[in-house]
């Protein structure tokens, strides 16, 4: 099986800023990799597909790039609605997920 | 408008064996390049694939759950059935299913159930 590691695990960040969260996996799959988000008691919601495909609905400022075995999420400008845990996947693995605080 | 939503008991007892059911509506189960994955979540905990079941009955299953999982389905009744035997306190999640779409470009969860917390306790 693919492991998936994301780092920070865990981030402090203030409206407006610019976040990023990498995923890496331990072997290339092309760029089957997925973002979602996910809120305390809900389910996970699909942000970004095939590494760097905005799904529809999803805001522009969510943005994902790389390819091989490492991968980027951007959040070019936090929003009081992002604060969540975020969870890299490719194909039947998840990551460990980044929580993403007020500062 | 795609809905799917989990359905089964909320507690068990060590031992017994887990049923759950995902209704799916939007679209079918036959469809090409689409399948149905059951993933969990135990609390506080990041998630986990259980298993899939692929439009074309393709299917796989957790490594280390392997032996005590099956997931069947019956299109006629756009549902998708997750069974996991001899149920222990430490598989106490919430129970998600989720559509899967894949092809060569792609494999990814775009629609998930609400989920449902299952709890094993004596």
């Known amino acids: 099986d693919i492991q998936l590691t994301q780092s920070p695990s865990f981030l402090s960040a203030s409206v407006g800023d610019r976040v990023t969260i990498t995923c890496r996996a331990s072997?290339?799959?092309?760029?089957?990799l997925a973002w979602y988000q996910q809120k305390p008691g809900k389910a996970p919601k699909l942000l970004i597909h095939s590494a760097s495909t905005l799904e529809s609905g999803v805001p522009s400022r969510f943005s994902g790039s790389g390819s091989g075995t490492e991968f980027t999420l951007t959040i070019s400008s936090l929003q009081p609605e992002d604060f969540a845990t975020y969870y890299c996947?490719?194909?039947?693995?998840f990551g460990p997920g980044t929580k993403v605080d007020i500062k | 408008q795609v809905t799917l939503k989990e359905s089964g008991p909320v507690l068990l007892k060590p031992t017994e064996t887990l049923t759950l059911t995902c209704t799916v509506s939007?679209?079918?189960?036959?469809?090409?390049?689409?399948?149905v994955s059951w993933i969990r979540q135990p609390p506080g905990k990041a998630l986990e694939l259980l298993g899939y079941?692929?439009?074309?009955?393709?299917?796989g299953y957790s490594t280390s759950l392997r032996g005590r999982l099956t997931i069947s389905k019956d299109t006629s009744k756009d549902q998708v059935v997750l069974t996991m035997t001899n149920m222990d306190p430490v598989d106490t999640a919430t129970y998600y299913c989720?559509?899967?779409?894949?092809?060569?470009?792609?494999?990814?969860?775009?629609?998930w159930g609400p989920g449902t917390l299952v709890t094993v306790s004596s």
């Open positions: 996947q490719q194909l039947n693995s």
């Open positions: 939007g679209f079918s189960l036959s469809d090409t390049g689409m399948g």
């Open positions: 072997l290339a799959v092309s760029t089957y």
């Open positions: 079941l692929f439009s074309n009955d393709e299917d």
């Open positions: 989720a559509r899967v779409r894949h092809d060569f470009l792609t494999y990814h969860y775009d629609y």
